[in-house]
Structure formats: C-alpha cells, structure tokens
C-alpha cells in the first residue's frame, strides 16, 4: 500500500527538491523545466546522445556549470540503458522523477513499432526498476508517467478516466503497456506514482512533424514565399486541442496531490484538422484552398477518429484548468512561425541556406 505523506516530498526537510526529467530535450521537457526552476527546484535531464545538438528547446535556461552552479544539470542516458537510469537516478537522488521521454510520433510508431515498444514500454520498465530499488534503500519519490488520450483510439468521445482503452497504433498499445506497469508497481511496491493521460497539447515548441506545427510552419513559409503547398493525410480527423505550457502545470500539481492516481488533462473541446488549417491559412492572410493538398502517405492504417477529453476528476481535486484555448494556441503558434519565416527569409538574401525540413514520407 502507498503511504500518504500529505506533504510532498522533501518539502520538509530544508532543502531544495530535486526532479529528474527524462525527455527534457522535448516540448513538454522544456516547459516544465521552466516551471520547476521557476520554483526553486534543482532540475536534472535525461539527454541521449545525437550526433548534432538536440538542445534547442532549453538552450535559454541552461548555463555553463564552468562558470555558474547550475540549478539546472543534463546528464547522457537513454530509455534503453537501464544501468544508465540506475546510476543517474542514484547520483541525482530526485524527489520527483517526470517521465517524458519517448518516441512520440504515431505515424512512426507503425514504421518503427519495435523501436517505439521498446522505449515506451520497456523503457518505462527499466525506469520503474530502478525506482523500486532506489525506494527499498530508504528515499521516497515520487514519479509522473506520460500517458496518452492516444490510449482510448476507438473509444468514443467524450474520454474520461472511466473509459475504455481501445488503442490504434503500436505507439497507443506501448503507453497501455506503460500505464499498466505504472498501476502495476504503484500497486505492488507502494510507489507514489501519477499516470497523466493528456490529450494533444501545442505550442510554438511543437515538433514540426505533428500536425498542427506542421500547419502553422506552412503557413509562415507560404505566406513569405518560401513554400507553396502544404501536403497532409486527412482534413477530418478532430482532435482536443490545449497549449503545453498549461499541461505541464498539470503534471506538476499530480506529484503535489496527496495520493496518487490517474489524471485526464483535456480542454473538453474538439476541433478537426480542417478548422485547424482554415484558422491559421486565415490568421495570415492566407485562402487554404489555394495550398493545402491530400497525400495519403501521411494517412495512418488505423486512425483515431474523434478524441475530446473530460477533465472534471483533474479540476476538482487538483483545481487545474487550461488557461489558453484553441483560437489563442493557433494565433500564438502561426505569429511564432511568421517571425521564424521572416529570419529565414533574412538568412536566405544573406547567401545562408537553412536546413531543410524533410519529412521522410516512405515505409
Ligand atoms: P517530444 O517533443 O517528441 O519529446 C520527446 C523527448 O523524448 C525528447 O526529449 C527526446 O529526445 C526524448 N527521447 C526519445 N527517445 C528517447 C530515448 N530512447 N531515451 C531518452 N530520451 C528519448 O514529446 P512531447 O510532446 O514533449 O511529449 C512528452 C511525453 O508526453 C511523451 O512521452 C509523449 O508520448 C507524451 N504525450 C505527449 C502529448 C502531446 O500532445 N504532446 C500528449 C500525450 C502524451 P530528443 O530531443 O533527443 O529527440
Ligand atoms: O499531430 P498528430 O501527429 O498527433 P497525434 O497523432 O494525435 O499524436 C499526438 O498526440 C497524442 C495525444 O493524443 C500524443 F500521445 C502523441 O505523442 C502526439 O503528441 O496528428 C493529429 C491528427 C491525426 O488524426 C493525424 O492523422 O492530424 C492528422 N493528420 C492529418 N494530416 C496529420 C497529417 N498528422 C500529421 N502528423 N501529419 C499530417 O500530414
């Protein structure tokens, strides 16, 4: 059984609380290192090793540890090196540990579903391991697991706690898997552990392959003539749509909450891909019409229809609520993507070519 402490954790012994954030380089890994800094934490990330820089997202907050004493601290590791996790978990010795890092694109989780399995599923596995020893040496922690409305697939809207998992791709199936073990050890061993079942959430830091940073990068590009067409699998598809900055506050406010459990963070309204493009083409100025068009390789086997959350259980106990909606998080990203447009239009009449943006289209 898991022991209330009603205080969270460390709060009463003096010092700063310590977090562990895997998938730190990501959206949602920049954001709530923000948060964390921003009260008082001392913040470590899990960063895996690329042959470029894969630190862009928080280049802003990270400073040399040659010159300062850095509240924030990045460490190599990878979701499939669980000796890696042990040994960082050990030295880090983190009050909460946010599990963020996956591969956590559903298109191509169906052209890697073996890679993607083993960093959602396993990899979540060799995480909980190393916490279920790291607790029976005495410290208490206290663990977030992203999981997805991706895992109610065919279930029909509206999606709460309550409903069914029914998921579509192999990406859905690995965070079921993911969520099970988390039920499973939160059960079995005691552990302070938050499942987050967050519907899609956005923001200027999006990954450019998701649909709706792919629209609002289109949009920017086109409308300086950097691009003409926007190539997308499907107008139809509805999606509940809220702002990442909001959502991490979500994750957050889990770990503070005297018991764990399991948590819808949705915005409780659905907008289709086609809304989505109509509302951006139109915040720049632009007719749709004229650019956008169908390419089936960027449609999935097995699609999931309609998600639209309901997130009372969140709002009641833990008192969360989206502060930005969709018209704001569309307005927000295209302006972004303008001004992004505009520095490459700049570096373009300089002689500097950007990188392209390649989206592999192939099986
Ligand atoms: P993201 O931008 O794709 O970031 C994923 C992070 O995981 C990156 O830091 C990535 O590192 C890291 N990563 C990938 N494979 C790894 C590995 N093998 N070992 C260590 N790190 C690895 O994703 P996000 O949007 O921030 O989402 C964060 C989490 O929430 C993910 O688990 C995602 O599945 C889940 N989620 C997201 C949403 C959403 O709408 N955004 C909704 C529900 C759930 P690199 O920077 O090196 O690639
Ligand atoms: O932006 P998407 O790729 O996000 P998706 O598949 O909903 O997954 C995201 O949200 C999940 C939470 O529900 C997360 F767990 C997951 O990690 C990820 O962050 O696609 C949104 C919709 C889909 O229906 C897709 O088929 O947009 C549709 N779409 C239409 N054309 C497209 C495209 N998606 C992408 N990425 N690219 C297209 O060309």
């Not at 993607?116 to 279920?132: H, K, N």
């Not at 956005?202 to 920017?220: L, Y």
């Not at 509940?240 to 909450?257: I, N, P, R, S, T």
């Not at 239009?345 to 950007?354: D, E, I, Q």
Request: proline residues 5%; contains cysteine; hydrophobic residues 35%.
């Amino acid at each position: 059984m898991f022991v209330s402490t009603e205080q969270p954790v460390a709060a009463t012994s003096g010092r700063a609380r310590a977090a562990l954030i895997t998938g730190i380089t990501g959206q949602d890994g920049s954001y709530l290192a923000e948060l964390l800094l921003s009260r008082g934490y001392h913040v470590h990330g899990l960063v895996r090793r690329s042959s470029t820089f894969n630190t862009e997202r928080i280049d802003a907050i990270y400073q040399d540890p040659h010159e300062h004493d850095p509240r924030l601290r990045l460490h190599y590791g990878d979701l499939s090196d669980a000796t890696g996790l042990r040994r960082i978990i050990t030295a880090v010795a983190p009050d909460e540990i946010y599990t963020l890092a996956a591969q956590s694109h559903v298109k191509v989780s169906f052209q890697q579903p073996e890679y993607t399995a083993d960093v959602i599923a396993t990899g979540t596995l060799r995480l909980l391991e190393a916490v279920r020893d790291y607790q029976e040496s005495g410290r208490r922690v206290r663990l977030y697991q992203a999981g997805s409305s991706e895992m109610f697939g065919g279930s029909p809207p509206p999606q709460s706690e309550q409903t069914r998992f029914t998921p579509r791709s192999p990406y859905a199936v690995a965070k079921v898997a993911a969520h099970g073990f988390a039920v499973n050890y939160r059960e079995a061993y005691g552990l302070f552990i938050a499942n987050g079942i967050l519907f899609n959430h956005e923001s200027p830091r999006r990954g450019e392959t998701f649909v709706t940073r792919k629209v609002t990068r289109a949009v920017g590009r086109i409308k300086l003539g950097l691009q003409d067409k926007l190539y997308l699998g499907t107008l139809d598809a509805r999606r509940d749509w809220g702002f990442a900055g909001d959502y991490v506050e979500a994750m957050w406010l889990m770990l503070q909450a005297g018991q764990p459990d399991d948590y819808v963070i949705a915005t409780g309204r659905s907008h289709s891909v086609r809304e989505l493009v109509e509302l951006a083409f139109a915040h720049a100025g632009l007719d749709w019409q004229e650019h956008v068009a169908l390419d089936p390789r960027y449609l999935r086997p097995t699609e999931v229809e309609h998600l639209c959350g309901d997130a009372s259980k969140a709002r009641e106990r833990l008192g969360w609520r989206p502060r930005i909606g969709f018209e704001e998080l569309v307005r927000m990203m295209v302006d972004h993507d303008l001004r992004l447009a505009e520095q490459e239009l700049t570096l373009r009449r300089a002689g500097y070519a950007p990188p392209r943006l390649l989206e592999p289209t192939h099986a």
